[in-house]
C-alpha cells in the first residue's frame, strides 16, 4: 500500500508546473470584465478602452507656422542673389490673416499661426531683413520650410487608439487634442483580498503595537493592498481570518458575493492549519498548481461562483512575487489591458547565484548602470521567502531559468525592475 501524497516543498521538480505552463493556463482561464461605462476625460485615468477609437479631426486642423518669420509663395524665392517682398499683413496664433500672398509678398506670421491662402514656406526672422513694408530674403530659402501640415500629427478617421489601451497622460492628451471628451472604458475591476493565520496581529490603527507572544505582524495584508492599490481596481480589504473553516467559508463566501477576484495569503501547504484549499474544495472549481518556481511554490487558483481565486502561499516574499506574476497580470488581463505579462531586460550578474535546476528562481537584486553605463544586477544577499526585507533592498527580480543551475559573476541575466513590475 502506498500513501497518496500531497504538495509539499519536498516534491521533485520534473512533478511541478513549468512557469510558463502556469501562465499560458491562467491566460486561458480569464475573461475581460463584462460591463463598460462612458466616462468624461478626467475621470477615466488609468481606465482601460473598449472600443478603438478613430480621429475626427486633423491634428493640426489647418497648416500653421512652426517658427516666428515671413509666410511666402516658394514662387517668390530668387534663383540669385536676393529679392525684396512687400509685407500684406500680419498672422498670430489664434488672429487669421484673411487675404492672400501673392509672389512677390509675405505675411509677417508667428509660431501657430495658420498659414495665410497662397503660402507655402516660412522664412524664419533671423535669415531676412526687414522693415515695416518689405522683407529681403535670399536663394537660400528652401520652399516648404518651417510649415506644419495640416494632419501631420493624427489624420481624420485614423485608428488613433485602440481597445485594450491604458488611458496614461500620452493618451489623455492624445485623445484631448482631438476634442474627444467623453470615452468608452471597462468598468473597474473588484478586487477582495484577506491575510490567513493564527499568528497574525493586526497593526494597531493610531498607535505603535506591542507584538503578542507567538504572534506577527500581518504584514501580507499591508504590501497586498499596496501592489493592488497600484493597479486601476476597486480594493476591498476583509481583514485577518483565522485558521478554522468556518471563518474562511465565510470569508470566502463574502468575498466571491462582492468582488470578480479574491486574493488570498497563507494557508494553502497541507498543514493542519492549511483551511483555505480545504474551503476552496469545498466551494469552488479548483486548480491547484505546485509550481516550478522560487518563492512560491503552491498556488490555489479557480473559481468560486462568478469570482476567480487566487490562493498565494504564507511567505511574505513568496505572497509578492507570486502576485506579481500571476495575479498582476492576471488582474491585467481581466481590465482588458492588451500587455499584461512582466517585462524584462538583460544585465551582468555581478554576483555568484546559488540555484538548483529544475525551477525558476525569482532573487532580488539591485540594478544599476556601471561606470560605461552598461546595466550590471548584483543580489541583495540572503533569500529567504520569509525576508521581506529583501524586497525593500531590491529594486528588481533576477529571474534565472530552470534549466540554469547558478549563476556567476559576468553572466548576463534576465531582470525585471520594480520599476515595470510596480508602476
Ligand atoms: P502558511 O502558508 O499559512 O503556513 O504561511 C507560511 C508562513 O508565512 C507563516 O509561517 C508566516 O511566517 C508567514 N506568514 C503567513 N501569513 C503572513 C502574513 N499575513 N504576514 C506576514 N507573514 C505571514
Ligand atoms: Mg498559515
Redesign the pocket.
Known sequence: MTIEKLPSCEDPFDSLLPVEEARARLSAALSVVSQTQELNLKDAIGRVLCVDIESPVNVPAHANSAMDGYAISAASIPDDGVSELHIVGTAWAGKVFTGNVEAGQAVRIFTGAIMPSGADTVVIQEHVSATDKHVTIDNQVEPGRNVRLAGEDVQRNQIILTKGTQLNAAEVGVLASLGINRVSVYSRLRVAFF???D??QALDEHAATKLEPGM?F????YSLHAMLSRLDVDVLDLGIVRDNADDTRAAMQKAAESADVIVT?????A?DA?FVTQVFHELGQVSFWKLAMRPGRPLAFGQIGDASFFGL????VAVMVTFLQFVQPAIKQMMGLKSTNPYTINATCTSTLRKSAGRVEYQRGVLANDEQGQLIVRSTGKQGA?RISSMSAANCLIVIAADKSGVSPGDTVEVQPFMGLFG
Do not use: H, I, K, M
Open positions: 491575510t490567513t493565520g499568528e497574525l506577527l500581518d504584514s501580507n495584508r495569503s497563507g494557508g494553502v501547504s498543514g492549511d502561499p504564507g511567505n511574505p520569509g
